[in-house]
């Protein structure tokens, strides 16, 4: 499947972005207070700040962190007032790209990712201007040593979730959002926490590139992810796994 596909090659990247574990750390934070500023404090009673504390701990950030964190947005420290934009356009080779952003200053944003997708040979357009080409959905991800695909599928389904794609890479659950704290709940619960939980842009069409093309939109990609203020970076690509493979050497 494209959207599958397209998933892997965003998986390639990620393990490069990992050695980048200080911006990564900053990001999560930021969801981190933004969370517990918007909700309770209290990740029991707060399913966004339950999941951004999860996604924390993935990343191996201490309790410590995570509870300063939680203090710094409902104390005294909690100045920052963080809102979440959306920035939509396109890259290299017409690829369409989303970009989610927390800030404190919408036009110092917006001004980093505007000149990110000029520099490129891209546009930034205006917002619904290419998530038409996209899902937004949950998405919840397990080890394929959680469980077997056939038990994966009965637990995920009597949750509440859409459906469940297993292979030898892992179980992907995917679910609407309205229904999808209470699925990764429901899921931790039978299997223990998630290898990741999130809601996702899933593009529904593909664009295909060859080394080159791909070259310069993983730039673009690198270039948007580097900025503090964003936080995630979709884009509708999809490369041969050979090709992805050798420009994430």
Request: aromatic share 6%; hydrophobic share 45%.
């Given at each position: 499947?494209?959207?599958?596909?397209?998933?892997?090659?965003?998986?390639?990247?990620?393990?490069?972005?990992?050695?980048?574990?200080?911006?990564?750390?900053?990001?999560?934070?930021?969801?981190?207070?933004?969370?517990?500023?918007?909700?309770?404090?209290?990740?029991?009673?707060?399913?966004?700040?339950?999941?951004?504390?999860?996604?924390?701990?993935?990343?191996?950030?201490?309790?410590?962190?995570?509870?300063?964190?939680?203090?710094?947005?409902?104390?005294?420290?909690?100045?920052?007032?963080?809102?979440?934009?959306?920035?939509?356009g396109y890259g290299p080779a017409g690829v369409a790209v989303i970009v989610?952003?927390?800030?404190?200053?919408?036009?110092?944003?917006?001004?980093?990712?505007?000149?990110?997708?000029?520099?490129?040979?891209?546009?930034?357009?205006?917002?619904?201007?290419?998530?038409?080409?996209?899902?937004?959905?949950?998405?919840?991800?397990?080890?394929?040593?959680?469980?077997?695909?056939?038990?994966?599928?009965?637990?995920?389904?009597?949750?509440?979730?859409?459906?469940?794609?297993?292979?030898?890479?892992?179980?992907?659950?995917?679910?609407?959002?309205?229904?999808?704290?209470?699925?990764?709940?429901?899921?931790?619960?039978?299997?223990?926490?998630?290898?990741?939980?999130?809601?996702?842009?899933?593009?529904?069409?593909?664009?295909?590139?060859?080394?080159?093309?791909?070259?310069?939109?993983?730039?673009?990609?690198?270039?948007?992810?580097?900025?503090?203020?964003?936080?995630?970076?979709?884009?509708?690509?999809?490369?041969?796994?050979?090709?992805?493979?050798?420009?994430?050497?």
């Amino acid at each position: 499947m494209a959207g599958h596909s397209q998933f892997k090659n965003i998986m390639h990247r990620k393990g490069a972005q990992d050695a980048k574990r200080a911006r990564i750390f900053a990001k999560l934070i930021r969801e981190i207070t933004v969370s517990a500023k918007e909700g309770l404090p209290d990740p029991a009673a707060n399913p966004r700040l339950r999941a951004a504390i999860g996604a924390a701990l993935k990343q191996n950030m201490t309790r410590d962190a995570i509870d300063r964190a939680i203090k710094k947005a409902t104390g005294a420290g909690g100045q920052e007032n963080y809102e979440a934009v959306r920035y939509e356009g396109y890259g290299p080779a017409g690829v369409a790209v989303i970009v989610e952003a927390l800030t404190d200053n919408r036009n110092r944003t917006a001004s980093v990712v505007r000149a990110a997708f000029n520099k490129s040979g891209g546009a930034l357009g205006e917002t619904n201007s290419v998530s038409f080409m996209f899902n937004r959905m949950g998405v919840v991800r397990y080890q394929a040593s959680a469980a077997d695909a056939d038990t994966m599928l009965e637990a995920a389904i009597e949750a509440g979730a859409d459906d469940v794609g297993s292979n030898e890479d892992g179980h992907e659950v995917q679910v609407a959002i309205e229904g999808f704290f209470a699925v990764r709940d429901a899921l931790a619960q039978k299997f223990g926490e998630p290898a990741e939980a999130r809601i996702e842009w899933r593009p529904n069409m593909t664009v295909a590139l060859d080394e080159e093309k791909a070259a310069s939109v993983l730039k673009l990609l690198d270039v948007l992810e580097d900025d503090d203020d964003v936080q995630n970076v979709y884009a509708n690509f999809e490369v041969p796994e050979e090709v992805m493979a050798k420009l994430s050497a």
